[in-house]
């Protein structure tokens, strides 16, 4: 039809500012590009974020498979028992490798034992390298991931003859929020205005850690919500219970002693003293940024039975917690 204009816009039309479209219309455009530029890449985030956790849970899936258990839990030291014949002092014995750690040992030279805490989704291998960072983003294989690796202190001994060990092992792994690595720690979290995981602790008073010698049990002593940050106290003075990794004139085995049990939640009546060996559980807590979540253990000893008499523990009604009113109010 003659004289009959086509107004009908393609639908770049739409997101794309034209010549001769009103100011509004520009504004309007402009805003709506940038909404959806943020959408895609929201949407490419949050794809990449599932993929990392999917391979992640597929990589803790092959070790616990490479990982065999163990029938027999040994406690005993890999020193050789003295006896009356012995008159002079004898090398002992080599170091031998578990079954269930050799295949992750050919896979990954890092590997330094295996942590298992009973109906939690803790069942992992822990590396160890030569310092604190590289497991924090990075998976089994050395490749980056968001929920890194459960790992020692590299200033720990866990790999020797007993008595060549560390007085405490410290251990972190990243509080995940699908509840790999130590995302599922927090069932041990007891605070005065929430004492519900007490029932769990009573049920579930020990967990497990091997290295690449021999397995342990070790009693839960400890459990609590600790600052990080001088700045977070009134009096700037924070526990560093990560520096606590052999007992000496500047860490103490009293002040660490004194420290843990006037922090913990629970007062398991498991005790503990300077000769025994400790594994300390550390992860990132939600009460502030930063906080952590600690759970300490002591390990069984020689000829000791491995279950607790939980009808001596007792929450803490004196509980040392951070000073929460004054963190929120900074």
Not at 123 to 130: A, G, I, K, P, S
Request: glycine letters at 4%; hydrophobic letters at 35%.
């Amino acid at each position: 039809m003659a004289g009959y204009k086509n107004n009908k816009k393609s639908f770049l039309d739409s997101f794309i500012p034209r010549k001769g479209d009103s100011s509004a219309d520009v504004a309007r455009k402009i805003v709506t590009d940038v909404s959806v530029v943020v959408l895609v890449v929201a949407l490419i985030v949050l794809a990449w974020y599932f993929v990392q956790q999917a391979k992640i849970k597929a990589d803790i899936k092959k070790q616990q498979e490479m990982h065999t258990s163990i029938s027999v839990i040994t406690q005993s030291t890999t020193s050789p028992p003295e006896t009356e014949e012995t008159t002079t002092e004898t090398e002992p014995p080599p170091l031998v490798v578990l079954d269930s750690m050799t295949e992750l040992l050919n896979e990954n030279p890092d590997v330094a034992g295996w942590i298992t805490v009973d109906d939690t989704k803790i069942n992992n291998v822990v590396l160890q390298t030569d310092n604190n960072e590289y497991y924090l983003d990075k998976d089994f294989y050395g490749n980056r991931n968001i929920a890194g690796q459960i790992y020692i202190d590299y200033r720990c001994i866990a790999n020797d003859y007993d008595k060549n060990q560390s007085d405490n092992l410290i251990i972190y792994g990243h509080n995940q929020a699908d509840q790999t690595m130590f995302g599922t720690l927090k069932k041990y979290k007891i605070k005065k205005d929430n004492t519900k995981n007490f029932d769990f602790y009573l049920d579930h008073p020990t967990f497990k850690f091997s290295n690449l010698y021999e397995e342990y049990t070790y009693k839960i002593v400890a459990m609590f919500v600790v600052e990080v940050e001088p700045y977070q106290t009134r009096d700037g003075v924070v526990f560093d219970y990560h520096n606590y990794v052999n007992f000496n004139k500047n860490r103490t085995f009293s002040d660490f002693k004194e420290n843990i049990l006037a922090r913990t939640a629970v007062n398991t009546g498991v005790d503990f003293n300077e000769d025994d060996k400790f594994v300390t559980l550390s992860t990132c807590s939600n009460e502030f940024e930063p906080s952590r979540f600690v759970v300490i253990g002591r390990r069984v000893r020689d000829g000791e039975s491995p279950e607790v008499d939980v009808s001596k523990a007792a929450i803490n009604e004196d509980m040392l917690e951070p000073d929460y009113s004054y963190i929120y109010s900074r």
